[in-house]
């Protein structure tokens, strides 16, 4: 006969209690029920388990090596809950992640925040990265998952769609388009523009606007990343276009956030290698920062 979890249980219990009534105690149950179990192991094994001494159950000679052999199941049974109660908090274990400026400024904090709130002890190393530095993050092994803004072609990385973005204007609150509900591109270029890279992929998408309407524009100040781009809009230095990722979280009145007349949308992804499954804590900052993206964007 096998012994069941719940009847090493049952017997443990009263092992601990001496008593059926301190067994059912313990076990928050009946006390027919452990009485019942203990009769029906006994008779299953034909073996006795406990003698009646002094009003109380004591574990029987020959049962000994049964005893010794159920208290270190259930060492084991404790230190496998231990350790689930860990990974459950993240004590322990960390994530590594990157991210390309536009969606590292505000959404991977935000899903990074979430994330710690169901795994409070996990450790986190999170990497700000170029685009053309995210193969390489992956495949020697630096980090798990990558947020991308584009897409690149590599046999052994997998681009997940994450969420859909789209490009808005954004001026210093006393520029003269800071009241506009909307601005087109040719109306953009009337004025300094700060960062348009069309080498960048945002800017790609602005550029080709641009050449479709057969516009000339100038870049009066060139800044890669969002952060530096706002500053420089805040001190009235120009005008930008930046995808509203970056600016999801921007107080209202510290910049004016115009949308753009021409379709500007992009598509962007989570990145991982191909050759292993993500971990629990990675694809759940997947979740949390897909649903970040998304809810940022219909505020938009």
């Known amino acids: 006969m096998s012994i069941t979890l719940r009847q090493i249980e049952v017997i443990r219990a009263v092992m601990v209690a001496g008593t059926i009534a301190g067994a059912a105690r313990l076990m928050n149950v009946a006390q027919p029920g452990v009485s019942r179990t203990i009769k029906h192991i006994e008779s299953s094994i034909g073996l006795k ?3 009646r001494k002094a009003g109380r159950y004591v574990p029987t000679t020959e ?3 049964v005893f010794l052999q159920i ?3 259930h060492r084991k049974i404790d230190h496998l809950q231990y350790s689930i109660a860990h990974l459950e908090r993240g004590r322990g274990m960390e994530l590594a992640l990157g991210s390309v400026p536009s969606i590292a400024n505000v959404m991977v904090p935000q899903a990074i925040d979430g994330l710690l709130r169901i795994y409070p002890e996990l450790n986190i190393n999170f990497e700000i990265l170029k685009i053309e530095e995210a193969i390489d993050y992956l495949l020697l092994g630096r980090g798990e998952v990558v947020a991308m803004s584009y897409r690149l072609d ?3 990385i997998i ?3 994450l969420a859909r973005g789209h490009l808005v204007c954004i001026a210093a609150r006393d520029h003269p388009i800071a009241e506009r509900k909307t601005i087109s591109a040719r109306d953009i270029i009337r004025y300094p523009l700060i960062g348009i890279d069309p080498n960048d992929p945002y ?3 602005m550029a080709s606007i641009f050449a479709r309407e057969k516009l000339e524009y100038q870049i009066a100040i060139k800044a890669r990343f969002g952060t530096t781009v706002c500053t420089l809009v805040k001190r ?3 005008i930008a276009v930046l995808d509203a990722f970056t600016v999801a979280d921007m107080p209202p009145d510290s910049i004016a956030i115009i949308p753009i007349e021409e379709e500007t949308s992009f598509q962007t992804y989570i990145a991982y290698r191909a050759d292993g499954a993500l971990s629990s804590y990675a694809e759940r900052f997947v979740k949390i920062l897909q649903k970040e993206m998304e809810t940022a964007m219909a505020k938009r």
Do not use: K, M, W
């Open 71 to 73: 208290e270190e199941v």
């Open 236 to 238: 009235n230095l120009g």
């Open 203 to 205: 800017g790609a998408i």
């Open 154 to 156: 590599h046999p052994s």
């Open 159 to 161: 681009f997940q769609p």
């Open 49 to 51: 388990l406990f003698v």
């Open 63 to 65: 049962a000994r090596d």
